[in-house]
Every structure is written in structure tokens, then in C-alpha cells.
T-cell receptor, first 112, second 117 residues
Framework: GENVEQHPSTLSVQEGDSAVIKCTYS??????FPWYKQELGKRPQLIID?????GEKKDQRIAVTLNKTAKHFSLHITETQPEDSAVYFC???????????FGGGTRVLVKP | GAVVSQHPSRVICKSGTSVKIECRSL??????MFWYRQFPKQSLMLMAT?????????EQGVEKDKFLINHASLTLSTLTVTSAHPEDSSFYIC?????????????FGSGTQLSVL
């Protein structure tokens, strides 16, 4: 089955700096890669996603890149703000709407 | 956006009892729902895929007789943790696929924190 590795497990950045989270996956048939933000005790919130036919996608301060050959994808958050502090999960699936395999999560702390 | 309601949000039970968790799609019909489990400070692990009108598909290592899934209607899937033990204490969360978005959108429930004493 699919295996998704995520690094780092924790990330502390100064407000205004950028944060980068990296994930690798093992199933070459995976084609859909969403990123979720989760606050303690809450449901995961989809923040951005990318499909395998696209190399990069941007939405305001958030961007995701995908290297399908190398089987890795990354989340970039620019101009970080304290409200960006949360746990972020990458995930992979064979198609949007299918079951997701999640990475281990990254706890991001943005220091004011 | 679509709403998925999950109840209860928190439950405390004694060891050996059974607990039922409900996942409802409020404004769409979900033929497929997924159940995940999340231990403290860990990732979400898929337990099973619930399909309306048929048996659930369980992931490897998940005991189907312990975690009973019923998806008897297009808007409701239930997860029953039978004979719960302290090691079953976890955050359980469902997600439902909304067919209105070409079957591509998943919406998560609010989760259920289960504590087994």
C-alpha cells in the first residue's frame, strides 16, 4: 500500500518568515495530493491540493510543488502569521475523493 | 460547503462497554464514507471504507469484529467500538465523499474523542 513520509515533525519559525514542509510517497499510482491544517481536537481543514498533471499551485501565501518523478511534494507558506500555527498533514491518494494516506504531520509554531 | 456531522463529540465509557459513533452527511448523499483513527500527536490512520448498502472494507490490521461499521442509508454511517478497552481511547473521525463534486470532494466530520476507563 501507499506510504507517506513527512518532514520535519516540528517547525518553529519567526513571524514573517517562510515555512517549508516536505513529503514523499511510495505509490507511483497516486495522483492526488492534498494538504490539511488541523488545530487541536478539530477536524482537518483542506488548505490546498495538487494533482499529478500539475507541477505547482499557489493560493495567496500558500504554494505546493510536486515532483512526480521523485515522488515528493512540498508545502510552502510565506509571510507566516501566528494564526498559521497548527499541525499540517500531507496526504496522497490515487484520485481525489478516494481514501487518503496521511503523512505523520508537522507541528508548526509561528513565534510573534 | 457541505456539512458532515459527527456525534457524539466526546464520550467516556467503562472498559468492556460498546460505543456507537454516528457520521451524517447533512446536505448530500454519501455513498462512500471513510473512518479514521488518530492517537494523540499522531497522524490519521484509515480504519475502513464504508459503502452504502454493502460491507465495509477494512484496512490491514483493523479488527472488523471489534470495529463494526454500518452504512445503512445514504446519509448515515455508524462505527461501533465493541468491548472497548483503554487502548481504544483515541480520536475517531469520519469523512464523506460528496458526489455533487464529481465524486472528488471529501468532507470531514468534527471527530469523536473516545476515552475508555
Amino acid at each position: 500500500g501507499e506510504n507517506v513520509e513527512q518532514h520535519p515533525s516540528t517547525l518553529s519559525v519567526q513571524e514573517g518568515d517562510s515555512a517549508v514542509i516536505k513529503c514523499t510517497y511510495s505509490d507511483s499510482a497516486s495522483n492526488y495530493f492534498p494538504w490539511y491544517k488541523q488545530e487541536l481536537g478539530k477536524r482537518p481543514q483542506l488548505i490546498i491540493d495538487i494533482r499529478s498533471n500539475v507541477g505547482e499551485k499557489k493560493d495567496q501565501r500558500i504554494a505546493v510543488t510536486l515532483n512526480k518523478t521523485a515522488k515528493h511534494f512540498s508545502l510552502h507558506i510565506t509571510e507566516t502569521q501566528p494564526e498559521d500555527s497548527a499541525v499540517y498533514f500531507c496526504a496522497a491518494s490515487r484520485a481525489a475523493g478516494n481514501k487518503l494516506t496521511f503523512g505523520g504531520g508537522t507541528r508548526v509554531l509561528v513565534k510573534p | 460547503g457541505a456539512v458532515v456531522s459527527q456525534h457524539p463529540s466526546r464520550v467516556i465509557c467503562k472498559s468492556g462497554t460498546s460505543v456507537k459513533i454516528e457520521c451524517r452527511s447533512l446536505d448530500f448523499q454519501a455513498t462512500t464514507m471513510f473512518w479514521y483513527r488518530q492517537f494523540p500527536k499522531q497522524s490519521l490512520m484509515l480504519m475502513a471504507t464504508s459503502n452504502e448498502g454493502s460491507k465495509a472494507t477494512y484496512e490491514q490490521g483493523v479488527e472488523k469484529d471489534k470495529f463494526l461499521i454500518n452504512h445503512a442509508s445514504l446519509t448515515l454511517s455508524t462505527l461501533t467500538v465493541t468491548s472497548a478497552h483503554p487502548e481504544d481511547s483515541s480520536f475517531y473521525i469520519c469523512s464523506a465523499r460528496d458526489p455533487g463534486f464529481l465524486n472528488e470532494k471529501l468532507f470531514f466530520g468534527s471527530g469523536t474523542q473516545l476515552s475508555v476507563l
